[in-house]
């Protein structure tokens, strides 16, 4: 939403996060706007939609997040044939002691990789809507908490792709952020064959942060200040995406919630204690693109969804004062 000079100028790193993002940079080449927003999703408590063709890095992105953040990691692989129970866990029968014992499943983690979570059944993907929305799992009637933090990373492949299910729009909303890795550029992909065999493995990454860092970082990004006129900004611009003649559905007033809470974790990541609307420019698509149902002409005419929220964005009047603060 805004050009790569000015975000060089808004974007600084948080120094406790500066580490964790060079850690993930030594395992994916020229990718720091993508880790940016995926930390921000992490900070902000949120959960991240991965979409992209395969082979462009989705696992090792998450694979190396997981390891320098120093969280426990599992890998759920989403196949047609794959059960809820498969996710979640089961109760068996204990003949010793004659009682039911629960068999927790993969999601009892703290970084969980959903690979192509748009191969498995409706069925099974809302077998993790409870464990993102409330940090629990439910089996047989008892309630089950889930380690924290507790952050899913779901990849799934483009819907033109053969053999998958589009996810549900009560799914999509669970995520935080839905974001794009995308091809690298001819620079970033020559240095990828020059590390071929040679470049740090994922499995030998220290961790350079803990997962009591993570709570901390989440518990400070939620008060950093949002002023009055960004507040507002924030609102109007989700409200414009209910009165566009090209959107069917409009954003939420979850969707109102989730661009505060990202603007709020964007500004932390960044190493401020205060949000400046070219946060809130910054983050309109990757949070509201999947909020977001465009309108039949529109989508037989090609419009995409991203193309909306630029016209939007680029419409809708910006507060003239950035609010005051500190930076760190």
């Known amino acids: 939403m805004i050009d790569k000079q000015q975000r060089a100028s808004l974007n600084g790193w948080h120094p406790a996060l500066e580490p964790v993002a060079r850690a993930i940079a030594s395992a994916i080449v020229g990718k720091e706007e993508v880790i940016r927003l995926l930390l921000t999703s992490l900070v902000a408590g949120g959960h991240c939609l991965v979409e992209d063709v395969p082979g ?3 696992t090792t992105l998450i694979r190396a997040t997981a390891r320098a953040l120093g969280c426990d990691f599992r890998r759920i692989q989403f196949t047609p044939d794959l059960l809820p129970s498969d996710v979640t866990g089961v109760s068996i ?33 809302a077998a993790l809507l409870e464990a993102m929305e409330e940090g629990s ?20 492949n483009p819907v033109e792709f053969e ?10 909303d669970r995520f935080l952020m839905k974001i794009r890795i995308g091809y690298p550029s001819l620079g970033d992909e020559m240095e990828i064959l020059a590390r071929r065999g040679g470049g740090p493995a994922v499995e030998a990454m220290q961790p350079v942060a803990s997962p009591e860092d993570v709570l901390r970082w ?10 009055d006129p960004v507040r507002e900004y924030i609102v109007r611009l989700v409200q414009a995406t209910r009165d566009h003649a090209a959107i069917e559905l ?16 964007y500004a932390f990541v960044a190493g401020r204690d205060y949000v400046v609307p070219d946060d809130v420019r910054e983050l309109a698509a990757p949070v509201l693109e999947h909020r977001i149902l465009l309108t039949a002409e529109a989508r ?29």
């Open 93 to 125: 029968y204990n003949q010793k002691s004659t009682e039911f014992e629960f068999r927790p499943g993969p999601v009892f983690t703290q970084v969980l990789l959903a690979d192509e979570i748009n191969r498995t059944s409706p069925k099974t993907q």
């Open 56 to 58: 462009v890095g989705k």
């Open 137 to 156: 799992v439910t089996v047989d009637g008892r309630t089950h908490r889930l380690p924290r933090p507790f952050f899913v990373l779901a990849t799934e």
């Open 300 to 328: 037989m005419s090609g419009t995409r969804e991203a193309q909306v929220l630029r016209d939007i964005v680029q419409r809708l009047p910006v507060p003239m004062h950035a609010p005051a603060g500190r930076g760190r």
């Open 163 to 172: 053999g998958t299910f589009p996810l549900p729009e009560a799914q999509l």
């Open 218 to 227: 989440q518990q400070e990004a939620s008060e950093v200040h949002v002023a």
């Open 250 to 265: 409009g954003g939420s007033p979850r969707a109102t919630l989730a661009l505060h809470n990202a603007a709020q974790a």
